[in-house]
């Protein structure tokens, strides 16, 4: 029998949860409040993965292991599928609008497009599109 999860949480500490939440509302993604207060904000990122976004303190009750710097390593890549090219680009160009940065430049490979932005935080998000049908094609 495989294993699939019912639902993904991704845990994520930040600087300022407040900055944080308005960043990713900006982006368009909803948050749900039952599991919000002041030290944590639950992001809908769709109806299965959700983005726990915390301050520091509270993540670090959450492991024994020293909490990376982002600004000089990465501990992921966040990558998610949007339906259109033009989504691609909206939402990154919004993130770097919001004070997100570029970690990398747009790559078109023709089935597929990907754009990367690294949130106020310095975590590594990536947007993608993926043609299907040209896909299939190959």
Known sequence: MAFKTKNIFINLFVKDVSKSTHFF???????????????????????????????????????????????????????????????????????????????TEPQDHGFMYIWGFQDLDGHLWEAAYMDESALNQE
């Not at 983005?51 to 501990?75: L, R």
């Open 25 to 103: 509302k900006e982006l368009g993604f909803e948050h749900n409040p039952q599991f919000s207060d002041e030290t944590t904000t639950c992001v809908i990122i769709s109806d299965n993965i959700f983005a726990m976004i915390m301050n520091e303190e509270k993540f670090k009750g959450f492991t024994k292991k020293e909490v990376p710097d982002t600004t000089t390593s990465s501990e992921v890549i966040l990558s998610f599928s949007v339906d259109s090219r033009n989504q691609v680009d909206e939402l990154v160009n919004k993130a770097l609008s919001l004070g997100g940065k570029t970690f």
